[in-house]
């Protein structure tokens, strides 16, 4: 049992080290996958590793404004090492001391040669003519052999105890490798799916381009056999014309003896149909209208519960929350009323900077066209699919010269152009661009300061472009939205009485009524097409008719109104005086904005997945 000490030691420090410097943590930071590392050592691992990956599960991390220094402290460990720190002073401190043998701490002069069994004391001649005169006494010795076997049996118990912690930590770190390398294998599998699908989507486009190809050189011949047949009687009619033109010319004699072939080969041209133009048949492709290939399912796969050690006394676990099991929040599928109509749904798109991948998908808008645009933030840029989900092209979110922004959100303008207004920021300004729907810049204009991110709608009746803008601090913030020209004049504000205090994505229904989410009050607040307040609905909760965090917003033919539940993950419909109708999502993440499309299909960018969601039938 010597060495017990040295061994609890060294496993107390192993768990309380950073797996990337190795030493004790310094200032521990927790990723959102319960992974913690020293702040300096993750900070110096973003800058190498971006996007930041858990250097253990390798899960990506979305880091704050504020980057690493912005995640939470994991007050828990650095409590214990705190404490951890201080008994090994107090020990080594103890070590340090001089001994002083059996001297007595009262007495220094008398040496400690009995043991008071009244007081349970070690103590020295004078003490006991002093302060235990008459109580029963022993020998020092005598007594600490009466005593040691019960001392041993007490640390002997504690070693024991201390043991079958330590074997549950060891137990812990087993399942934590075992769910790793699972969660790798996993991963693998779904990579290993997707890349069979590709190839076989690969094999059915060449498929496809080959019919084409043989379908459009079909056409070709048909077009060359119909030009070398008319070559051939063009030869032939010009060349008779062109005799009889020249024997004209060189005497009547000559032209009346061939006058007879010229009748001949006219007479046979003119009694022709004339040609007709080629009636081909160019192939064309129709994309099919179904969801994109499903690769699999993952699946939560029930693992029997870990034994505790017998002797280990039961260590409290915070409770499991129905929303892990879920997948979601708990109250999701609740609210979901039985026997409601569940929409189809095509979703795609994952976090990545490649094409058809996101980061941070923010805003949504479909033109006349069928072409969905999407601001991509984290990766500045536009990107532009079909109504399929099918990658079309993208294009950077330029201000000027080269200079970028982040974009916050995006909509069609009302000139016929079906080009977009882009709202974002760079660090210094933020900025209303307009582009062609090839990402050429049009026009822009400067919305004077940096606020928080803003919304952006166009009223196309008058090509009004309106921009929603929040003012102030955490504590005092101010809300409003802007009324501009395209040329960035400004025609109003709106929205400072009615206590609007961060709106973030805006509207304009069918009626020229102005819509606008407050995700702060959690409110949405509806105005005339002149800016006059009419009335507001929702109000924080996950009932019915309730919102939290509302962000993208936009209405149907009928006049519904139609809000991305972003705190309750979940999208809601509501009719054109803000009654709740139904639900018609409750499985995504964060749900962004929204978007209408002419035909009913309804776009939703998830910002928890970094997907986008293509609704019909809802």
């Known amino acids: 049992m010597g060495s017990a000490p040295s061994s609890l030691k060294r496993e107390v420090h192993e768990e309380l080290s950073c797996s990337i410097c190795l030493e004790l943590f310094t200032r521990p930071k927790v990723l959102p996958c319960q992974h913690t590392f020293c702040q300096d050592c993750l900070r110096d691992h973003a800058e190498v590793k971006i996007p930041l990956q858990c250097p253990n599960c390798r899960q990506q991390v979305r880091l704050p404004p504020q980057g690493v220094a912005g995640l939470p402290d994991n007050h828990i460990v650095a409590n214990?090492?705190?404490k951890l720190q201080k008994q090994e002073k107090h020990l080594e401190e103890i070590r340090e001391q001089p001994q002083s043998g059996n001297r007595c701490s009262f007495h220094p002069s008398e040496e400690v040669k009995l043991y008071c069994?009244?007081?349970?004391?070690?103590?020295?001649?004078?003490c006991c003519e002093e302060g235990h005169d008459g109580h029963p006494t022993t020998g020092l010795k005598k007594a600490a052999q009466e005593?040691?076997?019960t001392v041993q049996a007490l640390i002997n118990e504690g070693r024991n105890i201390v043991e079958n912690y330590l074997s549950f930590l060891r137990s812990l770190r087993e399942e934590e490798k075992t769910l790793n390398e699972k969660k790798q294998q996993t991963d693998s599998i779904i990579i290993q799916a997707y890349n069979q699908m590709v190839l076989k989507l690969r094999k059915r486009k060449d498929h496809l381009l080959s019919k084409s190809g043989e379908n459009h050189t079909k056409n070709l011949h048909r077009i060359q056999t119909d030009r070398d047949r008319v070559l051939e009687d063009l030869n032939e009619l010009s060349a008779a014309c062109d005799r009889a033109e020249q024997e004209l010319q060189q005497g009547w004699g000559e032209f009346l003896s061939q006058q007879t072939a010229l009748i001949e080969v006219v007479g046979k041209y003119s009694g022709?149909?004339?040609?007709?133009?080629?009636?081909?048949?160019?192939?064309?492709f129709e994309p099919t209208d179904t969801p994109v290939p499903v690769l699999g399912h993952v699946r939560v796969q029930s693992l029997p519960s870990a034994p505790i050690p017998a002797a280990t006394a039961p260590i409290p676990a915070k409770p499991a929350s129905s929303n892990v099991a879920a997948g979601g929040r708990g109250h999701q599928h609740g609210n979901q009323r039985q026997g409601e109509h569940q929409p189809q749904k095509v979703t795609f798109g994952e976090r990545g900077s490649g094409t058809g991948q996101f980061w941070d998908p923010v805003g949504v808008t479909v033109s006349d066209e069928g072409e969905m645009f999407v601001a991509d933030r984290g990766n500045q840029r536009i990107q532009v699919f079909t109504l399929q989900g099918t990658f079309v092209r993208h294009?950077?979110?330029?201000?000027?010269?080269?200079?970028?922004?982040?974009?916050w959100d995006v909509a069609m303008d009302g000139e016929g152009n079906l080009w977009p207004w882009v709202v974002g920021g760079t660090k210094s300004a933020d900025f209303a661009v307009q582009y062609n729907k090839h990402g050429r810049v049009l026009r822009t204009f400067d919305l004077q300061q940096t606020v928080w991110d803003r919304g952006v709608a166009v009223d196309t009746r008058n090509n009004h472009i309106l921009i929603t803008q929040t003012t102030g601090d955490l504590k005092n913030k101010h809300g409003e939205f802007l009324v501009f020209r395209p040329d960035g004049t400004l025609v109003r504000t709106v929205g400072q009485q009615q206590g609007v205090k961060h709106p973030r994505y805006i509207t304009v229904d069918g009626e020229g009524n102005i819509l606008v989410a407050d995700i702060w009050t959690h409110f949405v607040f509806v105005y005339s097409k002149d800016g006059q307040f009419l009335f507001q609905f929702g109000g924080k909760g996950s009932g019915e008719g309730q919102l939290k965090q509302p962000n993208g917003i936009c209405t149907d033919r009928a006049g519904n109104i139609i809000v991305a539940d972003c705190g309750n993950s979940r999208v809601e419909m509501f009719d054109k005086t803000g009654k709740f109708l139904k639900h018609i999502s409750t499985d995504m993440r964060s749900p962004r904005a929204v978007a209408m499309v002419r035909d009913g299909q309804l776009v939703v960018t998830d910002h928890g997945k970094d997907s986008v969601s293509i609704f019909q039938n809802f």
Do not use: D, H, L, W
């Open 80 to 82: 214990m090492i705190e």
């Open 117 to 126: 069994k009244q007081c349970n004391v070690p103590v020295c001649t004078e």
């Open 147 to 149: 005593r040691s076997s």
């Open 272 to 284: 022709k149909a004339a040609p007709t133009p080629v009636q081909t048949q160019p192939a064309v």
């Open 395 to 407: 294009f950077p979110t330029i201000v000027s010269g080269k200079e970028k922004m982040y974009p």
